[in-house]
């Protein structure tokens, strides 16, 4: 059954995984990866069902992919909102949020309401403080994103959020008190990590397939989604079993619970909504659903198979009638055959109920036959084990009796095994079962009603994940969501699972009152806690690309936030507002990164950022920086950059001059003195240099003037003399009478250095134009 | 068939390295580091791919990189070297360069030596903050590392205190190093520059500048032909992948459009270096393969299904042996293939090291291809 072969899974192409199981079906063995396994649909005929183990093939169950049952024992369940506060307040609470969220607009009359649901609930007060801190906290962080978020959020959030965070109190105390905890859980970041790849897939494969292609394609999405809280949950249960801690160990065996509750959930959703099967085929999805989430069977079974003599096992009776409720007959039947071949007094007995079983018509999947013809054939059988029971066949043996008043959908025998089913919705499907097995989608609902009614009886009220699975059967989508919302403790699952309703055009008639839509808000409240993890934000930018509306506000609001620390975070960051043409961003980190490097006196480094954000006035301001040090010390750094600044120069006037400046330098050292010399006057003339600089500019012309050779021709030296006394004429305007000796001294020596220069050129220029 | 192994590790990896084999060894590595960045806590951890006693129950879980052992890191891991089979030298965004030594009797990290504030800022402002190692390079017992303060270190693994600094070596940030010879050393900075540093000089220049033209594009990731030493692929900020022929000219041979955001890491494979590897903040993985004998595939008739391109080089001065140079037009042909096929969010790293090619990404996964020429 399993191979360690090295081909890649066949079911779903979404992560390339080693091969890790075969499942043999229809005597072909399809080759699945351990994350897709689980999620295989329709139920083995042969039996044989390797995940977990079933009679025909017992195996020890593999690296603890256990039914969720095994998990120690957890249950798919939601946390409690309050484990002390009255059922019927809690309902009420639930009724006038579900009341508001369509309604918003009365927001302040709905945060009051909620805030007195909570009051009255009689909640420990710390608790209730505690939360509103939290709130508070969340609060702060996404006030900034609503400022320019349009203003908006009012009210049905606002009792979304404040309803949000209602969890277990052990779950509570157990993490850290005021962040958004589930973000904080290592096995959690693989669930956010891998579907956020199916998510973007989901967003980026195309509407324009044909509607059975694209159904189909729907329902592969829902299952990676599926087989990707199974891997979660699977690794969630190892880290529960080698916690040493115990709260550790509490605290994981709750979330294996909720991740299982999710997966639940979505599977009905997926057969109610995504696939939307028809009457027929939706039996068998339901069965699907029950026997895959319900497998109590199976550890009973293995018990009972492993023992010296099967039949005589105390649990027999009970595992035969539990593959009886789930609609398992071959099972059953292998079960039965065994028990018949111990008891050949009661052959006969156990052949006509054998008989009956096989002969059992169930809706097929194809469209080989129509519902007529099925009800036709339904009605013929119920008929045949109608006079069986009357005549009293099976009358000696009360175990075979209560299994064709099971297979008659007699609701009191079924409802007699009320132990072995454990919950109401496996009540509903095995009484669907052996009564409607042509049950409609929309008939769903009054079974499930009634249903849970008799299952539960008067006394007990309902779990959180009672009330969705029952606003699932009811096809209130909304009510789904909205129930979620306060039961789950994180955004996960209420953003993908609205995601993916809203590609199947599900939720298209709804629109909100504030925001765009659910889908949106739903995915910005996801994708704005996924920001205020230091790891996680990169996942979130996507989350917000696909959120026509206000995605881009919050992506601009949130990513100013996140900070930098090293320079290759700033790169990434950069790229993510490069790609979107945020260039508000795009500037403001390369201004906080050209400051920081100032900062460091990494004036090379400063620059670099500031011709990237092409922001010239912090260009002109490091250009400064450099002629300023430049002065002071007498030379250059970080030539290596000046040299090489290119077309950047441009970006400002005061590092045009820096970069010709240091030209100059280079002309100079080489010894291109014309060269150097003409540069340098048109440095003034041009009034690329400032006014400031002149001086430094004058004096770097004295050695030149002072060459042997001459260098600046007659009209170049009355250019410089035009300047040295453009100069002089301002400073004296300016500062008339503070006497600089240095000053003094040098614009006198350049005016004899002119002078002098001068006398030489006009003699060279004469003769040689006299030769 | 490829066999892809992935995981997902709850930690973005910024870098992954094989474990380096022993000089006879014929067996493919089975043992390699990563290191994550931006967590609370960043790790290094050494994981195992090896068939012996990492296969789960009933070996189902063969070829799943396992975890060996990981020990806390302070500060973004930012490069990353095995020094030999035991020790890794790795560069912390902190400033510090630690020596971790990986036990392998009884699986342990322990951090055997640190060199606190190897690369920091100086100023009189702040108290010397800490400026980030971006490279690391070893050629043991020679540890060379650069930061983001154009600051480059020379350390012996066994010694305290620096051989050799040289401050203020590059007025932008250092991106990468590599070893061109036992006493030279390649660095490229933020300013599309490619360097080379000779220890033997006592001067604190540069031997030689290289530099693009122009656009002055940053470049983040260097490697050096393990054979032929003077062929240096880079690759840059645009994803350009530019090959250089250090020994003449200042400019790249051949520039190649390739991915569409900042190239992390280049490879050459190191004993097959017709192929190269490269990775990209765009989420993809490429593989560079110029053995390809055009004869046996005209372009023509190859119609494969993988996205495969084959590009011309421009520029080309000479006919050199290696196909990296050539000019032949007719041979001049490489072909490219995605090994990443639904990218999403960028691969930050990526190591090859015989049949073995293992990546990391920000999506916290690692990626383990274990027949690569397969």
Redo the contacts between chains.
């Keep these: 059954m ?1 191979s ?1 072969g ?3 899974c066949e079911r779903l192409k979404c ?4 091969m ?2 075969e499942q043999a079906r229809r005597g072909r063995r399809t080759r699945l990866c ?1 994350y897709c396994f689980p999620t295989t649909l329709p139920r083995p005929s042969s039996g044989i069902r390797a995940a977990w183990p079933g009679p025909a093939s017992p195996l020890p169950p ?2 603890g992919l256990q039914c969720r049952h095994c998990f120690r024992g957890e249950r798919p369940r939601l946390p409690q909102s309050r484990g002390a506060s009255p059922s019927g307040r809690r309902g009420g609470g639930r009724r006038r949020l579900a009341a508001g969220l369509p309604a918003a607009g009365r927001g302040e009359t709905l945060r009051s309401s909620a805030g007195g649901s909570r009051q009255e609930s009689g909640q420990p007060r710390g608790a209730s403080a505690r939360a509103g801190e939290r709130r508070g906290h969340g609060g702060a962080r996404h006030g900034a994103a609503a400022d320019g978020g349009a203003g908006r959020r009012p009210g049905p959030d606002a009792a979304v959020l404040r309803v949000g965070p209602r969890r277990d109190a052990a779950v509570r105390d157990a993490l850290r008190p005021e962040r958004d905890q589930d973000i904080y859980m ?2 959690l ?2 669930l956010f ?2 579907s ?2 199916i998510f ?2 989901l967003q980026r494969c195309e509407e324009e397939r044909a509607a059975r292609a694209r159904n189909a394609q729907l329902v592969q999405v829902s299952k990676n989604y599926r087989s990707v809280i199974r891997a979660c949950m699977e690794d969630m249960h190892q880290a529960a079993i080698s916690a040493r801690d115990s709260a550790l160990h509490s605290q994981y065996s709750i979330q294996v619970s909720i991740l299982s509750a999710m997966e639940l959930i979505w599977n009905l959703c997926e057969i109610l909504f995504v696939e939307a099967a028809p009457a027929g085929p939706l039996l068998l999805r339901l069965l699907d659903w029950v026997q895959l989430h319900i497998c109590d069977v199976d550890n009973m079974v293995r018990e009972v198979l492993g023992s010296e003599n099967p039949s005589k096992h105390k649990l027999f009776w009970n595992v035969v009638d539990i593959f009886v409720l789930q609609g398992r007959m071959d099972e059953a039947r292998h079960l039965l055959s065994k028990e018949a071949i111990a008891n050949p007094t009661s052959m006969n007995m156990y052949k006509i109920l054998d008989d009956l079983m096989k002969k059992m018509p169930v809706p097929s999947l194809g469209n080989t036959q129509t519902l007529t013809e099925m009800e036709l054939k339904w009605q013929h059988w119920h008929e045949e084990c109608q006079r069986y029971l009357q005549d009293g066949t099976f009358a000696s043996n009360s175990h075979m009796e209560s299994i064709c008043k099971i297979l008659l959908g007699d609701e009191n025998a079924i409802l007699e095994k009320k132990e072995l089913m454990t919950t109401w919705y496996h009540f509903l499907v095995t009484r669907l079962l052996y009564s409607h097995p042509t049950v409609k989608p929309m008939e769903l609902r009054f079974y499930a009603q009634s249903s849970m009614d008799m299952f539960l009886g008067e006394e007990s009220n309902p779990e959180p994940l009672d009330t969705i699975l029952m606003a699932a059967f009811e096809f209130e989508l909304h009510q789904v969501i909205k129930e979620c919302s306060v039961a789950l403790s994180n955004w996960w699952f209420v953003a993908h699972l609205t995601d993916l309703l809203d590609h199947c055009k599900l939720l298209q008639s709804h629109n909100l009152y504030f925001g765009s839509n659910m889908r949106e808000f739903l995915l910005l409240e996801y994708a704005s806690g996924l920001f205020s993890h ?2 996680l934000w ?2 979130g930018v ?1 989350y917000f690309d696909h959120c026509p509306e206000y995605g881009r506000v919050y992506l601009e609001l949130h990513i100013e936030r996140i900070p930098l ?5 700033a ?2 960051v950069l ?1 993510i507002c490069e ?1 979107r043409q945020m260039h508000e961003q795009v500037r403001s980190i390369c201004k906080i990164m050209a400051m920081k490097a100032l ?7 400063a620059l ?1 950022w500031s ?1 990237r954000a092409k922001d010239a006035a912090f260009a002109t301001l490091i250009s400064d920086r450099f002629l300023k040090d430049y002065c002071e010390r007498g030379y250059f ?5 000046i040299d ?1 600044l ?3 120069m441009l970006l400002s006037d005061r590092l045009t001059f820096l970069g010709k400046y240091r030209e100059f330098h280079r002309l100079y050292g080489e010894k291109r003195f014309s060269e150097a010399a003409r540069l340098l006057l048109m440095l003034m003339t041009a009034h690329i240099a400032p006014c400031s600089f002149w001086m430094t500019l004058l004096t770097d012309a004295l050695p030149l003037l002072e060459q042997k050779e001459v260098i600046f021709s007659a009209e170049q030296t009355y250019e410089l003399m035009r300047c040295l006394e453009d100069l002089t004429a301002r400073k004296l305007d300016k500062q008339k009478f503070q006497d600089d000796d240095v000053e003094t001294m040098k614009v006198e020596m350049l005016r004899l250095a002119l002078a002098r220069n001068l006398a030489r050129v006009i003699v060279k220029e004469g003769t040689l134009e006299g030769s | 068939m490829e066999e892809v192994c992935a995981r997902f590790v709850s930690q973005k990896i910024s870098k992954a390295r094989w474990r380096p084999l022993p000089a006879a060894a014929l067996q493919p590595p089975d043992l390699f580091a990563t290191g994550s960045w931006d967590n609370e806590d960043n790790r290094i951890s050494i994981w195992s791919v090896g068939d012996v006693g990492s296969a789960g129950l009933n070996g189902e879980y063969q070829g799943e990189p396992q975890l060996l052992c990981d020990i806390r890191h302070n500060g973004d891991v930012m490069d990353m070297q095995f020094l030999d089979q035991e020790r890794i030298v790795v560069g912390s965004s902190t400033g510090s360069v630690t020596v971790f030594r990986h036990h392998q009797n009884n699986q342990t990290l322990s951090a055997s030596h640190r060199w606190e504030n190897a690369h920091y800022h100086a100023d009189q402002y702040t108290a010397c903050g800490g400026a980030a190692c971006t490279g690391v390079i070893c050629n043991n017992p020679e540890i060379v590392t650069v930061g983001e303060d154009g600051r480059i270190n020379l350390y012996r693994a066994d010694q305290k205190d620096a051989v050799r600094t040289i401050d203020n070596a590059d007025s932008s940030t250092l991106h990468a190093v590599t070893f061109l010879r036992t006493t030279e050393i390649l660095t490229v900075n933020s300013i599309g520059q490619l360097k080379i540093w000779d220890f033997r000089q006592q001067r604190n220049e540069p031997a030689q500048i290289f530099s693009l033209t122009g656009d002055r594009v940053p470049l983040h990731c260097v490697d050096r032909h393990p054979n032929q030493q003077h062929i240096v692929a880079t690759g840059g900020q645009d994803g350009m992948l530019s090959i250089w022929d250090i020994r003449q000219g200042t400019m790249p041979v051949s520039l190649l459009n390739a991915h569409e955001a900042e190239m992390w890491e280049v490879h050459f494979h190191p004993s097959n270096p017709d192929h190269l590897f490269t990775c990209s903040e765009d989420g993809s993985l490429w593989h560079w393969d110029t053995s390809t004998d055009v004869s046996e595939k005209p372009s023509f008739l190859h119609q494969g299904g993988r996205s495969t391109a084959y590009f011309s080089h421009s520029t080309i001065n000479q006919s050199v042996v290696s196909a990296w140079l050539s000019n032949d037009p007719t041979k001049d042909r490489m072909e490219i293939t995605n090994l990443i096929p639904n990218q999403t969010l960028s691969v930050n790293t990526l190591d090859v090291l015989g049949p073995c090619l293992v990546y990391g990404t920000d999506a916290e996964a690692i990626y383990v291809n274990r027949q690569l020429f397969a």
């Design positions: 399993c360690g090295s081909t890649t992560v390339k995984r080693p890790v199981r351990s593999r690296r290592e096995t970041r693989k990590n891998e956020h790849g973007v897939g230091h790891s990169q996942l996507d620390n090293t320079e290759q975070k790169l990434k790229r790609q900062r460091n006196n990494r004036l090379g480094s670099s011709i750094s970080d030539l290596d950059l090489n290119g077309p950047s």
